[in-house]
């Protein structure tokens, strides 16, 4: 008898687990259409917003793509050059004022500040003063994920920002810097940048040609 009811019971178990997974199925079957118009919106809302962005900048050039959701604080501040690509997650501080040269593409996450804190002030550990302090990144440069580039920096043409980098003092041309602080790893070879910068030779979208 007991072993009668022990295999009624496992029977209905198994049943209810068939209905649920039916039940769960059918939920997320429902559920994916819905999912995806969401991240569409969500899609059309970022790059509505990028649009507007572009329009506060002090200079923007052709071919600018910002990916993602940006935080550009002080956008008047901001020169962007021609096909200057910037991903998702980029923080930039623009009261000192910061300017990215032609060809720039820029990884996940970028941190730029051209504002410090004055801790030499009347307060501790430091007062409502900025010192203010430009970044400039010039043509060419590419930037890893997740790099801090500190006030005052300048990454001079076709260097080569490493991931993770944090960037305290210029950079200097063709330099491939990594590190925190950042040093000099190695320089790219200047015949062949040299080549391709006189052949115009620059890439679009995830490195392919510009079309």
Not at 18 to 44: E, G, N, Q, S, T
Not at 128 to 145: F, R, Y
Not at 154 to 172: H, L, N, Y
Not at 182 to 195: G, L, M, N, P, W
Request: charged fraction near 20%.
């Amino acid at each position: 008898m007991k072993n009668a009811n022990k295999q009624k019971l496992l029977k209905l178990v198994a049943l209810l687990q068939d209905k649920l997974a039916l039940l769960f199925w059918l939920v997320d079957f429902l559920l994916k259409p819905i999912a995806v118009v969401i991240k569409a919106l969500r899609f059309m809302a970022v790059m509505t917003c990028n649009s507007a962005l572009k329009r506060r900048l002090k200079d923007c050039g052709k071919g600018v793509r910002l990916n993602g959701k940006m935080d550009f604080r002080f956008p008047q501040g901001i020169s962007l050059g021609n096909n200057v690509h910037i991903n998702d997650g980029a923080f930039i501080r623009a009261e000192g004022t910061v300017s990215i040269g032609d060809n720039c593409h820029i990884s996940r996450n970028l941190t730029v500040y051209s504002a410090n804190h004055n801790y030499t002030g009347v307060r501790l550990p430091y007062d409502e003063t900025l010192i203010l302090k430009p970044v400039v990144i010039e043509k060419n440069v590419w930037i890893g994920m997740n790099v801090n580039i500190c006030p005052g920096v300048t990454i001079a043409e076709g260097a080569i920002i490493g991931m993770g980098s944090v960037v305290t003092k210029d950079v200097p041309r063709l330099a491939i810097v990594g590190g925190n602080p950042a040093r000099v790893i190695k320089y790219r070879d200047a015949e062949h940048y040299q080549s391709l910068e006189d052949a115009r030779a620059y890439s679009g979208m995830s490195g392919f040609e510009i079309q």
